[in-house]
């Protein structure tokens, strides 16, 4: 196994075969996911019970808590899919096109997302985009980190939802109340500290934080958009181009992502599966259940 890492953001990792990795390389795979925040594979082939099995090894795998996204025979498989499958939908077109961090908006963020994609479009068309909030937070001009540093923000997914065949005829405030039922939103720091290396990091995101909370709305707002406006800016942006045979591992504590979204009439489909790596996402928040070794 080789683990190459780059200049800036990420490191490359080759000359291993997945569907055998052992309980060492997977202790380094996880070492180095927390040091360079995101590692791609190169090479890789993974049938989708291969993929299962290889997730397992490094935590528990979610099962993400709306049920239309789940692969058809592993439910530990979030599909991200404009194309049929055996003639049926399956998963959900156009996920992910904003920045966000993995249930960021539940009490127990995700720690570890893989993604691996399945149809690419032509033409380097796909990817995935991704901040490091590291450093984001280490540049942040000193106002706006001096607001954050002692702030509690609230997470909010509920205009993401995907409207789906069987939400026919009802309204969007129905819709947003049966959302909300499972989903209702969670209230985390802006600042976190990584539980395993000393360093900290901004968790707020444009796709999910909605309010500095005790803070005045207008004012809330305020900082927010210029926050976003600096952690957003096109030279902070990394992407990866999607290609067949790779397969994308990060730590959501250290960096957001989004997708690139999909070319109008292009097929594209992609596997994530998310995993609890028994660690708190940050210290002093509770493990639970789910995220047992």
């Excluded at 997945?18 to 996880?30: D, H, I, M, S, Y």
């Excluded at 180095?32 to 594979?41: E, N, P, T």
């Excluded at 992609?270 to 070794?293: A, C, M, W």
Aim: aromatic share 10%; charged share 20%.
């Amino acid at each position: 196994m080789k683990i190459v890492p780059r200049n800036s953001l990420g490191a490359d990792v080759t000359d291993l075969d997945l569907r055998r990795v052992t309980a060492g390389e997977v202790t380094a795979l996880k070492e180095a996911v927390y040091d360079h925040k995101l590692l791609v594979f190169h090479g890789v082939e993974l049938t989708d019970a291969d993929y299962v099995t290889m997730a397992r090894r490094f935590g528990v795998p979610q099962r993400y808590f709306q049920s239309h996204y789940h692969h058809p025979e592993w439910k530990e498989i979030f599909v991200s899919n404009n194309v049929p499958m055996g003639g049926a939908k399956v998963g959900v077109a156009g996920t992910g096109r904003m920045w966000h961090s993995d249930y960021q908006f539940f009490a127990e963020p995700l720690p570890l997302t893989f993604v691996m994609p399945r149809i690419v479009p032509p033409l380097g068309s796909r990817g995935t985009l991704f901040l490091d909030m590291v450093a984001a937070l280490r540049d942040l001009p000193e106002q706006l980190a001096k607001v954050l540093r002692t702030a509690t923000c609230r997470q909010d997914a509920v205009y993401y939802y995907k409207v789906q065949p069987f939400d026919i005829d009802k309204g969007i405030g129905e819709l947003m109340e049966e959302f909300h039922r499972t989903a209702p939103g969670a209230s985390h720091p802006a600042v976190i500290q990584h539980p395993l290396r000393d360093r900290p990091a901004l968790y707020v995101s444009s796709g999910f934080t909605q309010c500095i909370e005790g803070m005045p709305h207008e004012q809330s707002q305020d900082v927010l958009r210029a926050v976003f406006a600096f952690i957003e800016q096109e030279q902070r942006v990394h992407i990866e181009r999607w290609q067949l045979g790779d397969l994308f591992f990060w730590d959501n504590r250290q960096v957001l992502h989004r997708s690139s979204g999909t070319l109008h009439g292009q097929s594209s489909r992609s596997y994530r599966i998310g995993v609890y790596d028994g660690v708190p996402f940050y210290p002093g928040l509770p493990i639970t259940g789910e995220n047992q070794p």
